[in-house]
């Protein structure tokens, strides 16, 4: 993500406070212009940025099974041909 420094002396905007975003919006809310953070947010948020680039979270890369799994396991349902060999690969 690039950053841009824009000098306070040519703004004003609302202080906000740690883990809080300010959302700046144009008509009526219907359309996001900008979000204003707190520099520590914003720092956090850099960080995480250069942890996650090189790789993308565990979670976003789950498998059709391990989705399937999880599906049934939440509405508490047994599913006989589900097969168990390809669960613990997608698991694994």
Do not use: C, W
């Amino acid at each position: 993500m690039r950053t841009r420094q824009v000098s306070a002396n040519e703004t004003r905007f609302p202080e906000p406070q740690v883990g809080e975003a300010i959302v700046v919006s144009k008509y009526a809310e219907s359309r996001l212009k900008a979000v204003i953070l707190h520099p520590d947010d914003f720092n956090l948020f850099e960080r995480y940025r250069r942890i996650f680039a090189a790789r993308e979270p565990y979670e976003l890369h789950l498998t059709d099974t391990a989705l399937a799994a999880h599906d049934l396991g939440e509405r508490g349902a047994d599913e006989p041909d589900l097969d168990l060999e390809s669960l613990d690969r997608a698991l694994a």
